[in-house]
């Protein structure tokens, strides 16, 4: 069984745009958490990632054309563009790693994915394609330019109910809804306008022109011929721009493998790339897989990564109404209230290898040593975890690692400040023996979809390394009654000795979990 080790790692985080950062601010028992101001005023928290693509302006520049910076700046969402700096922070800490992972060719994989996507880019290209619908529609919609919208008009109220299938005018309707009525309105006349119609067979005619002769030189001259008949076309009718005209391009370039795709292309790895995606858990089934392909000898190197866009009106809107999310203000600590948790965004990026070959070459190992990581599906409920899910999973990486219960000195939770984290810390007592110290860090940074449970590693692995846990937010006075009837040994707002071997839990929505042991390094 080869043994793995981490020998890079990157961080993009709320407060922390980069993995020293990240380090300094564990040593405060501080939230990280800031007001969000997506929908103007409101009572939400968010965990905003403190982050400038611009940082990584000179390490692109260095090594590429002076043309590659703008386009990673124009083109990449969010999630693409801190995976992209996490990623370059991860080369920083062992020299010389960036050459060997682009030596290692087919060697050298990149797992890194995203449990929300790109959700701003979705987001944006949605308004734009509304609002350049609602512009379509009541343009082809106006009576001047549609002769069936003047004939129904000329009818008499009793004759237009009777026409089959026309929505009520408008005006018609209570103010409230006179927005959804406009656009049913002019979506419906604009479908049946002759003007259109003809506007159409234009467009199909300008289409239509095929590349012909030179491939490359014909393609060109297409693309030139059929921009300068468009725009004539356009001021013919007067007419805005269609609709499928609106639509960014970029909403393609951001699906999500690209963050996965841009840091192979970044680091010219050449080697299996993809984005695995599970949800809360998706750290740690990539983290599984990793450790899989090194032990099987498919790679010596992987990248492994999540990556989550900054809080957007979309996240923190649905969290809200999934009935998971806090709302009053103030920081909704795990273990306490259970009030709900708060959405955040980010990246982690870490540098998995093959301990032999990496040491061979000269690489340190940082933090611990990943020795397993079980993982399971509850096959139970979209959103409540199940007692034998996570314990499955838990017993799976305790086998895997040859460990007793007995030998976990810490383990970090889930913890969501939910009232999941009572039947989490209930599930975990079934295995685990009171002496064992707990964490709970959402209350520091928040809940990053993908990135929160690597996070979270980090923060174990950093506290190992210096041989204490960071403290959390969590004060003794706070800790939930019914919880501290089950378990009492939590890291506080204080700092504590890190011991023995440690495990974390990650619980996705759907069900899915993720568990990982590690151990300190000798």
Known sequence: ?????????????????????F???????????????????????????????????????????????????????????????????SLRQNPGIEKVLTELGLEAHVYVGTGLGDLPTIHDCSLELHRAQRRWDRF?????????????LELSPEERAAVEGAPPVPSSVPEEDRDLA?????????????????YLAELREIESISVEGDVEAAKLAVIKEKRVRTAKLQRKWNAPEPPWNQVSANLL?????????????????????????????SFGYALRLAMQSISSGSAKAVVVGMTDPAPNPLSVGGFYNARV??????????????????????????????????????????????????????????????????????????????????????????????PGDFLEVETLRQILPESVVVT???????????????????AQYLGYQRGQLPATTLQASELNP?????????????????????????????????????????
Not at 49 to 72: C, H, M, N, S, V
Not at 440 to 458: V, Y
Not at 491 to 517: F, H, Q, W, Y
Request: charged share 20%; hydrophobic share 40%.
């Open 1 to 21: 069984m080869r043994r793995v080790g981490i020998f890079g790692w990157g961080v993009v985080a709320p407060r922390s745009p980069d993995i020293e950062a």
């Open 440 to 458: 709970a860090r959402k209350g520091t940074f928040g809940h990053g979809m993908s990135a929160g449970g690597g996070w979270e590693l980090t």
């Open 23 to 89: 380090e300094r601010n564990l040593e405060s028992s501080d939230s990280w958490l800031s007001a969000f101001d997506g929908f103007g005023p409101s009572n939400f928290l968010a965990g905003t990632p403190d982050f400038r693509f611009a940082d990584y302006k000179g390490w692109i520049d260095e090594r590429f054309p002076p043309t590659r910076y703008a386009q990673l700046e124009k083109k990449m969402g969010q999630p693409t563009q801190y995976a992209i700096g996490a990623f370059v922070q």
């Open 253 to 281: 370039w951001n699906i999500h493998n690209t963050p996965a795709s841009q840091i192979s292309m970044m680091g010219r790895i050449t080697g299996m790339t993809f984005a695995p995606v599970a949800a809360c858990s």
């Open 182 to 198: 406009e656009e049913r309105f002019w979506h419906h006349w604009a479908a049946r306008s002759t003007e259109l119609a003809d």
């Open 325 to 418: 999310l806090a709302a009053d203000g103030t920081v909704s600590k795990p273990l306490t209230g259970m009030r709900g948790t708060h959405v955040a965004g980010g990246a982690v990026v870490w540098i998995v290898g093959d301990h032999e070959y990496m040491t061979s070459k000269g690489f340190q190992p940082l933090g611990m040593e990943p020795v397993a990581v079980g993982v399971s599906a509850d096959a139970d409920h979209i959103i409540t975890p199940s007692p034998e899910g996570p314990l499955a999973a838990m017993r799976s990486a305790l086998d895997q690692a040859d460990a007793t219960p007995a030998e976990i000195g810490t383990w970090d939770l889930h913890a969501t400040a939910t």
């Open 482 to 522: 019914e919880i501290g009837k089950v378990h009492q040994a939590f890291v506080l707002d204080t700092p504590c000795e890190a011991r023995g071997l440690a495990g974390k839990l990650s619980m996705g929505i759907g069900g899915i979990n993720a568990c990982v042991i590690s151990r300190p390094w000798k």
């Open 140 to 152: 082809w919609a106006n009576p001047e330019r549609n002769v069936a919208l003047r004939a129904f």
